[in-house]
């Protein structure tokens, strides 16, 4: 082998003799207890069998004398219990000389040999834990017990120093409170560490905040007091570190009131808590590591929205779906949810900037907008030239007249959505609870139930309840084989027969109609003539009723307000309509704005997320049942 070879392959072999013996060396330490027993333990790279001495060394460079010595163990580690009562160890180092090649000057340490890491007790089970480890390896494997005033526990040390006692708070016989306990030898009970274990009773607390659960005034007295907190087990983190519960604000209670605060346990009461201050900070600051950080507590980290969200590769403008969180109201998770969802896909869509990044985008979450994704590249061409759009019902009209190639009347229906979910369209105005007046705040806000009516509206729909509400008062009906149709936009025709249903009025059964293009034989004709009749609805020019056009939201507001001035004339009269601020105001048709502005006024309609009202656009089925629902709860 050449010269300059071997002395490469021993330099290798030196640098890893050096890398060994740096991994395994370890500086010694001394630990001193109370009684002055001191124990040594360390790992050196020196040869076993050599020996190990021991010198106490005042400070001042006065020699204290020979202790004792050990020796070095097969494995490099090195220990040694011995006696330093009697001794000031704020004055005296400890010399230890490894076999004449290593020396240290170790400072003497006061501590146990019993290492306390866990105490724990959970309040819901009432199991208690204290666990940790020996530091002298003699006592590995040798009885210890734990005394808990007068609780006694005896186990076993395992072979590696560890020890867990775990007991059930029953089993003790003490009363519920704050106890001392000791850990120590059964041998030597001077070998022992002490610590503080709380033994609380969350019960009462539970009962007291399941008491005050729908009152913010009452759940802030109870949650904001020190003991009961204590007895909860909340510490400061319980609301992810920078929120306590002493000093929130009347705002976090408030929600936890609305979320159904859960008092089953005290895990479930701190889910609420946490639950209730994401809502506070979503609602109050709005970011994406504020989205980040509540995610999992809000139910969105592992969706497919918040995939959508996350995914680098994809330019969506996330600022755009921060904007219209902290513009929407909403007082429950599952409204948060809806706000971000529909957020994602409105604004997912609109960040395509090129019809082929549209038609990716779109046909990768088809089932998420309710859309097929068999469209050609032609459709998508013409598709996106309507960008940007105003909600996602407003791209599925688009997308379904483009692919179809017939005019907007097809709607979102026929050829059918590919699997689509039930979620609330984005920037519609259904979002919150409409005002009510005296005497029907509880029907603001309908239970689903627990009993789904048509295939196409799951119980946890966002318009499950108000469907259901209509359907029992036989106001609304579905549009055959069990179906709903919710996403599909509302034509003129079965606002016609919401207008008649909801107050009440018989439809027409004379055969002379008003308008040319209703067909004595169409089911809604009764309904138009019965409409028109009582001024709930007026035609498309002299002849016209425009049968199959979509409702847009000014003139659900129009017919809405002639609905409720009919079915409760004094209420309407009693109406203070104020001006409105929507920044497209303009756009709002003259015949309108008395009938907007006393529906926004109401609360059954809204503005959408960037503070305008979009008055052109059309309404779905679904959100159509929410609007009635607030004109009947708003008319009793």
């Known amino acids: 082998m050449p010269k300059k070879v071997r002395l490469s392959v021993f330099s290798l072999f030196t640098a890893l003799i050096f890398i060994f013996q740096a991994a395994v060396f370890a500086e010694p330490s001394i630990i001193v207890t109370g009684d002055g027993t001191a124990l040594l333990k360390g790992i050196t790279t020196v040869a076993p069998g050599k020996p190990v001495s021991i010198f106490v060394h005042q400070k001042d460079g006065t020699s204290g004398g020979y202790f004792n010595d050990t020796v070095i163990e097969r494995d490099g580690s ?4 011995f006696s330093l009562a009697g001794y000031d160890i704020s004055k005296y180092d400890c010399i230890v000389n490894v076999a004449g090649k290593e020396k240290h000057i170790i400072p003497l340490v006061e501590g146990n040999l019993i290492n306390i890491n866990l105490v724990s007790f959970d309040r819901d089970t009432l199991k208690a834990k204290i666990s940790g480890e020996l530091w002298n390896s003699t006592d590995f494997g040798k009885d210890f017990k734990l005394k808990i005033d007068s ?13 867990s006692f775990e007991f059930d708070f029953a089993d003790t016989g003490l009363a519920y409170g704050k106890y001392n306990f000791t850990v120590c030898s059964v041998s030597n009970e001077l070998n022992k560490a002490d610590g503080q274990i709380d033994l609380l009773s969350a019960s009462g607390v539970l009962a007291a905040i399941e008491a005050a659960s729908e009152n913010a005034v009452l759940l802030k007295g109870v949650l904001s007091d020190t003991d009961n907190l204590e007895a909860l087990g909340f510490n400061e983190s319980v609301t992810f570190g920078d929120l306590t519960l002493d000093n929130a604000p009347d705002s976090f209670f408030e929600n936890l009131a609305q979320i159904g605060v859960k008092t089953d346990s005290v ?27 509540c995610a999992e507590v809000l139910g969105i980290a592992d969706g497919d929205y918040k ?38 896909l409105l604004v997912g869509i609109n960040s395509c900037k090129v019809w082929s990044e549209l038609k990716n985008f779109a046909e990768s979450n088809y089932q998420l907008i309710g859309i097929n994704n068999s469209a050609s590249a032609l459709v998508w061409q013409n598709i996106i030239l309507s960008a940007p759009f105003a909600n996602v019902d407003a791209f599925k009209t688009c997308y379904y007249t483009e692919y179809n190639g017939a005019s907007a009347g097809s709607g979102s229906g026929g050829s059918g959505g590919g699997g689509g979910n039930s979620s609330q369209a984005i920037g519609t105005f259904i979002l919150g609870t409409p005002s009510v007046g005296a005497g029907n705040a509880s029907a603001g806000n309908p239970s689903n139930g627990s009993n789904s009516i048509f295939n196409d509206v799951s119980d946890d729909h966002w318009a499950s309840g108000y469907i259901k509400y209509l359907y029992e008062r036989g106001i609304i009906s579905g549009k055959g084989n069990g179906d709903f149709a919710p996403n599909d936009l509302v034509n003129r025709a079965e606002v016609a027969k919401l207008l008649c249903s909801s107050a009440n009025l ?31 609805l007026s ?27 009919l079915i409760n004339p004094e209420y309407v009269a009693s109406i203070n309509a104020s001006d409105f601020d929507f920044s497209d105001a303009e756009d709002i048709s003259e015949y309108a704005v008395k009938a907007v502005s006393a529906m926004v006024e109401l609360g059954i309609l809204k503005g959408k997320g960037d503070n305008k009202f979009y008055p052109k656009d059309y309404c779905t089925r679904a959100e159509a049942a929410r609007i009635f629902f607030g004109v009947l709860v708003s008319g009793n």
């Open 78 to 81: 090195y220990g040694m219990m």
């Open 151 to 163: 609780f006694v526990k005896i186990i076993t040390v395992a072979a590696d120093g560890s020890f």
């Open 267 to 293: 895990a479930n009461l701190k889910l609420s808590v946490m639950q209730a201050y994401a809502l506070y900070l979503m609602e109050t600051n709005p970011s994406e590591s504020n989205i980040q950080k």
């Open 307 to 344: 995939s959508i969200y996350d995914d680098s590769s994809f330019a969506l403008n996330r600022e755009a779906v921060i904007s219209y969180i902290k513009d929407t109201d909403f007082i429950t998770i599952d409204m948060f949810k809806n706000c971000f969802n529909n957020a994602v």
């Open 506 to 536: 018989t439809p027409e059964t004379s055969s002379e109609g008003h308008f040319s293009d209703v067909d004595s034989n169409h089911w809604a004709y009764g309904y138009i003539e019965t409409a028109f009749k009582d001024g709930l």
């Open 539 to 565: 035609g498309r020019g002299e002849k016209n009723f425009g049968i199959s056009d979509f409702t847009t939201r000014e003139d659900m507001a129009v017919f809405c307000y002639r609905l409720l001035s």
